[in-house]
């Protein structure tokens, strides 16, 4: 089965921040990789598909990227609705994995 | 309006078996893969079972052979049948869709159904 690792486990950063994540696969998916943001007591949200298409409705400050193995969702200007917990997860395999999260948290 | 609704979540004894139920409205599941995701407490989300437009299933490592999952098309509703709980597979458990026309993201996700494991 494939294993996701994300990095970091959480950050704390200030609103106007640029923040990355990183994802890593332990073989590769090509793009078959989705990015949500969950917040407490709420379903995941769909931000970003195919390693790189912004979901419907998601604002333009989130993007993705990466291919293979290796995998980045970037929030360009933190905003206050951004903190929550986000989570990788491939789908190349028909067992689908996430990654553990990553928390990002009011500095 | 794409909706999913989970019921049948609840307290059961270590060995018991529950079965959840996800009704869908908006669209029909035949068109798509429909899963299920668990979310232990205080945890991260993990993939459970999923069952294909075409009506194949697999499931997680950690599940198979205790879980089972399927679907009534007339009715628009898919199921989860536990059995064999242990107090590890205490979790909300949310219905999610793939998108239809997509390759495995989940576009759409019920706001879950508690199981609680426990004597």
């Known amino acids: 089965a494939i294993r996701m690792t994300q990095s970091p486990s959480s950050l704390s950063a200030s609103i106007g921040d640029r923040v990355s994540i990183t994802c890593r696969a332990s073989q590769g998916v090509s793009t078959y990789l989705a990015w949500y943001q969950q917040k407490p007591g709420k379903a995941p949200k769909l931000l970003i598909f195919?390693?790189?298409t912004l979901q419907t409705g998601v604002p333009s400050r989130f993007s993705g990227s990466g291919s293979g193995t290796d995998f980045t969702l970037t929030i360009s200007s933190l905003e206050s609705e951004d903190f929550a917990t986000y989570y990788c997860?491939?789908?190349?395999?028909?067992?689908?994995?996430f990654g553990q999260g990553t928390q990002v948290q009011v500095k | 309006e794409v909706r999913l609704v989970e019921s049948g979540g609840g307290l059961v004894q270590p060995g018991g078996s529950l079965k959840l139920s996800c009704g869908a409205s908006g669209f029909s599941i035949t068109t798509t893969y429909m899963s299920w995701v668990r979310q232990a407490p205080g945890k991260g989300l993990e993939w459970v079972s999923i069952i294909y437009g075409g009506g194949a299933t697999y499931h997680a490592g950690s599940v198979k052979g205790r879980f089972s999952i399927s679907r009534d098309t007339s009715n628009n509703t898919v199921f989860l049948q536990m059995n064999g709980l242990s107090a590890d597979d205490t979790a909300i458990y949310f219905c999610?869709?793939?998108?239809?026309?997509?390759?495995?993201?989940?576009?759409?996700w019920g706001r879950g159904t508690l199981v609680t494991v426990s004597s």
């Open positions: 195919d390693a790189s």
């Open positions: 999610t869709r793939a998108a239809p026309g997509g390759l495995g993201h989940f576009d759409y």
């Open positions: 997860q491939q789908y190349f395999t028909y067992l689908w994995a």
